[in-house]
């Protein structure tokens, strides 16, 4: 078995294991980041960190599933999320999956505020673990001992059929009902070590 096999196989494993396992498996992927640059996933997808060569593949995707996200309405609002997307890729905290040299997966996510700020991946790329794979990358980035929200759609949208299982498999718990870009949403906690105050 050569050895980019094993990290394949190292990497696929972590979607098969309960979230409180998940860091552990994860940590274990960074050195192999350090070497090769992105985290290889399967069938050809690498999970990466954002540079600035990336920023039209990144737009590109977004504008495919823009009408799935509150305050990406105009021209002038996705003008000022380019901004921010430069902004975070110079942090260092946006994250992207690849296909083909294309981006596929995005997400934002923020220290200062510790939250998953946005995530999107490409319509006809999901179900490959893509979600997953970003996400568990995020979380191995923060400290153990931060809580982590994220704000998605509220129970009965259609539009949170899919992320709202997809939170709770990591360990995220329903918070409090919130409107974002005048939209109806929910907030959800990611609560580390048990620290949640009752």
Known sequence: MTERSKENQLYVAIYEIPPQQLFILVETTIEMEKEEGCIMLNEGYSLCFAEMQ?????LKMIEIVRDNFPGLETTEKMDGYRQTVIKNIKRETALCVKYDNEIVGAMIFSYHSQCL????????HRRQGIASAMIGKMISLFPNDVDISVITFREG????????????????????????FEYPEQKFILYRKGRRNN
């Open 117 to 124: 700020s946005c995530m999107a991946v490409h319509p006809k």
């Open 54 to 58: 990336d920023i039209d593949s990144w």
């Open 157 to 180: 949208d259609i539009r949170g059929i899919a992320p709202r299982p997809l939170y709770k498999k990591f360990g995220f718990e329903e918070d409090e009902l919130v409107i974002e």
